[in-house]
């Protein structure tokens, strides 16, 4: 047998396995990843991709995120007669591993929706899923960069700018009008502080120092120091996670600085508030408001408690987590694979009751929901009056 008829049959031997597992191709694409496409008709399996800081400083926050959408896919495990498959992936909040992990899972994976819990990754995944026509939502991104970005985006929680504008707002009224800001450098926490400066300038307050720190600095004294030195009458910290909220506290408490603290979310999580509540006694908070007598949130919290002994140490961000799930199962049950479809819906449902309140997503893809501050008393939020 020659060298040509031996591929000629090899060739027909491959495109009849094709056609009897329906496979469509089975070939290296341009990223250089070996995808292989299946018969839509005989996959019945929907997957979403889920990215999110697992490991590494901000994987408290992740972790709490992925637990509520886990366990919304498992009491909701199908959507139009097809399993719902979510694959987790680490970024550890870096975007450049961000978006290597949605390729991974866009082009090996198949997943044609993804799910990014943080601000800095989403930015970087957004221009290539727009390019691949995949939809993204995000539970917990809130830099106000991402407004009215990509044609298939929407997420649980609104921008920056209501929670941090809300905050300026309140504490200018009890009286603080000389601040220094204290940030820590990704896109979040820069957009938190822009927004919580703006309003503050607004309202006739003045910023009269700004320092920052990189998320693996480990002493930020020189940075208290002078915020001791600044004549401020409050110290404004925006963070994106717990440990630098903790870091934050501690080396403040360790220098004796007699200020009133600020904070944004990170500092009402457990490993803040309660495991650090002598020093954390009398922080403001700045928060999503988050009402744990309402029918739906009671059930969410039972649930969620019931199934993580080891619960993540934010319920209101597993609950976001949980409801970024529900929106998403709710779009592709009304519209399937369509993505653009399954955007639309999501934005034009009008008011919805998750675990987390009432809110709705307007047409630039914001979650619309209140805001509150609170004030830690004995290792528990109490309302800020």
Same mark, same amino acid.
Not at 105 to 111: P, Q
Not at 167 to 177: I, M, Q, R, T
Not at 361 to 378: F, K, P, S, T
């Given at each position: 047998?020659?060298?040509?008829?031996?591929?000629?049959?090899?060739?027909?031997?491959?495109?009849?396995?094709?056609?009897?597992?329906?496979?469509?191709?089975?070939?290296?694409?341009?990223?250089?990843?070996?995808?292989?496409?299946?018969?839509?008709?005989?996959?019945?399996?929907?997957?979403?991709?889920?990215i999110?800081?697992l490991?590494?400083?901000?994987?408290?926050?992740?972790?709490?995120?992925?637990?509520?959408?886990?366990?919304?896919?498992?009491?909701?495990?199908?959507?139009?007669?097809?399993?719902?498959?979510?694959?987790?992936?680490? *970024?550890?909040?870096?975007?450049?591993?961000?978006?290597?992990?949605?390729?991974k899972?866009?082009?090996? #994976?198949?997943?044609r929706?993804l799910v990014?819990?943080?601000?800095?990754?989403?930015?970087?995944?957004?221009?290539?899923?727009?390019?691949?026509?995949v +939809?993204?939502?995000?539970?917990? &991104?809130?830099?106000?960069?991402?407004?009215?970005?990509?044609?298939?985006?929407?997420? @649980?929680?609104?921008?920056?700018?209501?929670?941090?504008?809300?905050?300026?707002?309140?504490?200018?009224?009890? $009286?603080?009008?000389?601040? =220094?800001?204290?940030y820590?450098?990704? *896109?979040?926490?820069?957009?938190?502080?822009?927004?919580?400066?703006?309003?503050?300038?607004?309202?006739?307050?003045?910023?009269?120092?700004?320092?920052?720190?990189?998320?693996?600095?480990?002493?930020?004294r020189g940075? @208290?120091?002078?915020?001791?030195?600044?004549?401020?009458?409050? @110290?404004?910290?925006?963070?994106?996670?717990?440990?630098?909220?903790?870091?934050?506290?501690?080396?403040?408490?360790?220098?004796? +600085?007699?200020?009133?603290?600020?904070?944004?979310? =990170?500092?009402?999580?457990?490993?803040?508030?309660? =495991?650090?509540?002598?020093?954390?006694?009398?922080?403001?908070?700045?928060?999503?408001?988050?009402?744990?007598?309402?029918?739906?949130?009671?059930?969410?919290?039972?649930?969620?408690?019931?199934?993580?002994?080891?619960?993540?140490?934010? #319920?209101?961000? &597993?609950?976001?987590?949980?409801?970024?799930?529900?929106?998403?199962?709710?779009?592709?049950?009304?519209? $399937?694979?369509?993505?653009?479809?399954?955007?639309?819906?999501?934005?034009?449902?009008?008011?919805?009751?998750? &675990?987390? $309140?009432?809110?709705t997503?307007?047409?630039?893809?914001? =979650?619309?929901?209140?805001?509150?501050?609170?004030?830690?008393?004995?290792?528990?939020?109490?309302?800020?009056?």
């Open positions: 047998m020659n060298r040509s008829l031996k591929l000629g049959t090899s060739a027909a031997v491959v495109i009849a396995l094709v056609l009897v597992l329906g496979l469509s191709f089975f070939a290296y694409n341009n990223t250089g990843y070996l995808t292989l496409g299946v018969n839509a008709e005989k996959d019945n399996t929907v997957k979403i991709g889920f999110a800081p490991s590494g400083p901000a994987a408290s926050t992740g972790i709490s995120s992925r637990q509520g959408f886990e366990l919304a896919n498992e009491l909701f495990p199908e959507v139009n007669g097809k399993k719902i498959q979510v694959i987790f992936e680490d *970024d550890k909040a870096d975007p450049a591993v961000s978006l290597t992990a949605a390729k899972l866009v082009e090996l #994976d198949g997943a929706v990014e819990a943080f601000s800095g990754p989403a930015l970087a995944v957004l221009p290539y899923i727009s390019e691949k026509g +939809l993204l939502a995000s539970s917990l &991104a809130a830099t106000p960069k991402l407004n009215g970005e990509g044609k298939n985006f929407f997420r @649980l929680v609104p921008s920056s700018v209501k929670m941090a504008t809300n905050a300026a707002k309140v504490v200018n009224e009890k $009286g603080f009008s000389k601040f =220094a800001v204290l820590e450098i990704n *896109d979040y926490s820069i957009g938190w502080k822009d927004s919580f400066i703006s309003k503050t300038k607004e309202l006739g307050g003045e910023v009269v120092i700004e320092e920052s720190f990189n998320s693996q600095d480990t002493d930020l940075q @208290l120091e002078k915020i001791r030195s600044s004549g401020a009458n409050a @110290l404004v910290v925006s963070v994106l996670s717990s440990v630098s909220a903790a870091k934050v506290l501690k080396q403040a408490n360790e220098l004796g +600085l007699n200020i009133q603290i600020i904070g944004n979310e =990170a500092f009402g999580f457990n490993s803040v508030a309660v =495991a650090n509540k002598g020093i954390a006694e009398g922080v403001i908070v700045s928060e999503y408001k988050f009402d744990s007598n309402s029918k739906e949130t009671k059930a969410f919290l039972a649930a969620y408690h019931t199934k993580y002994s080891q619960a993540g140490e934010s #319920d209101i961000y &597993a609950a976001l987590g949980y409801d970024t799930y529900n929106a998403l199962r709710e779009g592709i049950a009304k519209c $399937g694979s369509d993505n653009s479809c399954i955007t639309f819906f999501v934005k034009n449902r009008g008011v919805n009751y998750g &675990a987390v $309140g009432a809110y997503i307007d047409i630039n893809g914001d =979650a619309q929901r209140e805001v509150a501050l609170h004030v830690i008393r004995d290792g528990r939020l109490e309302e800020f009056k």
